[in-house]
Every structure is written in structure tokens, then in C-alpha cells.
């Protein structure tokens, strides 16, 4: 039998103090979150705030056309949901779930009474809020500027940033929709990272080797994000930067 996620494998929860974890805890949800899961839809009411605990949910802007770019992750560093207090209703864009898991989920009406003590929730939200601002610039920066090869690695270690487990399942159309890009070059991109010692690519699996050598063949927007998120939010534990057998992620394509 699995193992039931704790509120407390959400690390800015676990960081709030037990006075507000009690206002708050005894109306959270636990959710299962398969994966390509919607969890927003562009213009509908949002209901609910989410907070994973081992899953990663990607926000993406979709266009007429029918085709979409992740503009941000959000994993168990954090929260989805921010325009609940932010003043707003809905989003323009789509929640989707990249890699399946659950989160606890918290209705609008106890995200907002909580919000408007004034109190550490609000801190926290607003901290994360600025982090999640540097992320979406550095996406678009990044989507712009640098290569397929770059920013698979970014991809990569954002997505390893903020799970609480190792391993990730989706297709190579779902990665090529998450940054925009044909799904042949994804393919590339992959080859490339396996003859480089970077990452093991065959049987439709990417296996990470080396995490300190894909940092490396990463742009700088990884690193940028990185800092900024490690200064707003002190809460997160010390990320693993040294390789490790025991915690490569495989990502299934």
C-alpha cells in the first residue's frame, strides 16, 4: 500500500507556524492528481488553492492555434492558486498536471479569511508570488533567447527542484508542448544531453547522471531562478547538488 502524502510534504505549509497549520489543516483536501489533469481552465472561477506534495503542475498559455508553452512549475515548494488573493477570480491561463502525484487543496473562502489576518500566510504567499514572477520572466527569456539543448536542462532541474520523489512519466509531445518546441527536437535535444555524459537516453527513458554537468550545459536562467527562489523562500530544504545514484529522476517518453 502507498503511502498517505502529509500536509507537511508541502514545504511552505510545513513552514507555518501550528497556530495558523490549525486554523488551516483540519479543511484541507487530498487530491490525486493524474497526470495532463486540469486543474484551471482560462477564464473559469477558480474554487480552490493547491498545494502539492509530489507532483509538479505546469501553468501554460495555449493559443488560438492550439498550441501551448509552460510559462511556470509549481511543486511542493509551494502553492497554485496565487490569483485567489491576488484580487482575482480566474486566470488567463491552464494548470496541468506534468508529473502525477496529489496535493492538498484548500477552498477559496478559508484561502481568503486566512489571507486577510494580515498574518504569516500572508508573508509567505506574497514571497512566493515574487518568486514565481522571476520564474516566469526567466522562462520567457529563456524561450527566446537560448537553445532546445538549454533549456531541456532547465526544464530538467526545475522539475527536480520540486519533487519530493524521483521519478517523472510523460511523452515527448507533452515535454515539446512544455517548452514549445517540435517534438523532434526534444529528440535532439536528448541525444545530445546522452553524448555528453549528461543524462542516459534510450528504451524512451531520460535518466539524469550527472546533475552537476547538466547545470552546467544549462543556461544561466536555471541558476537565476535558483537564487532568487532560494532567498524568498529560506523555508526549502538544501537542494542535492552532488551525484547520487540513490536520487536520479527518470523521466518516461
Known amino acids: 500500500m502507498s503511502v498517505r502524502p502529509e500536509p507537511s510534504q508541502n514545504h ?40 502539492p506534495t509530489d507532483s509538479i ?39 496541468l498536471v506534468q508529473s502525477a502525484g496529489y496535493a492538498y487543496r484548500l477552498p477559496r473562502a478559508r484561502v481568503k479569511e486566512e489571507f486577510q489576518r494580515h498574518g504569516q500566510l500572508l508573508v509567505l504567499m506574497l514571497r512566493y508570488t515574487q518568486a514565481l514572477i ?48 517540435r517534438r523532434e527536437g526534444v529528440t535532439q535535444a536528448a ?18 547522471l550527472d546533475r552537476a554537468k547538466l547545470e552546467a550545459l544549462s543556461c544561466e536562467c536555471y541558476e537565476v531562478v535558483k537564487k532568487e527562489t532560494d532567498l524568498l523562500l529560506p523555508y526549502l530544504p538544501q537542494r542535492q547538488l552532488i551525484k547520487d545514484a540513490g536520487s536520479i529522476p527518470v523521466v518516461k517518453l
Open 12 to 51: 511552505l505549509l510545513a513552514a507555518l507556524s501550528p497556530e495558523v497549520q490549525g486554523r488551516l489543516f483540519p479543511h484541507l483536501e487530498l487530491v490525486p492528481l493524474p497526470l495532463r489533469a486540469v486543474l484551471y481552465e482560462s477564464g473559469r472561477a477558480m474554487r480552490h488553492v493547491y498545494f
Open 134 to 181: 522571476t520564474q516566469i520572466a526567466q522562462t520567457a527569456v529563456c524561450n527566446r533567447h537560448h537553445s532546445i539543448d538549454q533549456q531541456l536542462c532547465r526544464w530538467l532541474l526545475l522539475s527536480m527542484d520540486r519533487l519530493s520523489h524521483n521519478h517523472l512519466t510523460m511523452t515527448q509531445e507533452f515535454i515539446a508542448s512544455m517548452l514549445g518546441v
Open 191 to 208: 541525444l545530445k544531453l546522452r553524448e555528453l555524459g549528461a543524462i542516459s537516453y534510450g528504451r524512451g527513458s531520460i535518466r539524469v
Open 57 to 95: 503542475v505546469s501553468l501554460q498559455y495555449v493559443m488560438e492555434s492550439g498550441e501551448s508553452t509552460a510559462i511556470l512549475v509549481v511543486g511542493n515548494e509551494g502553492l497554485l492558486g496565487i490569483t485567489l488573493f491576488m484580487g482575482g477570480e480566474s486566470t488567463p491561463s491552464r494548470s
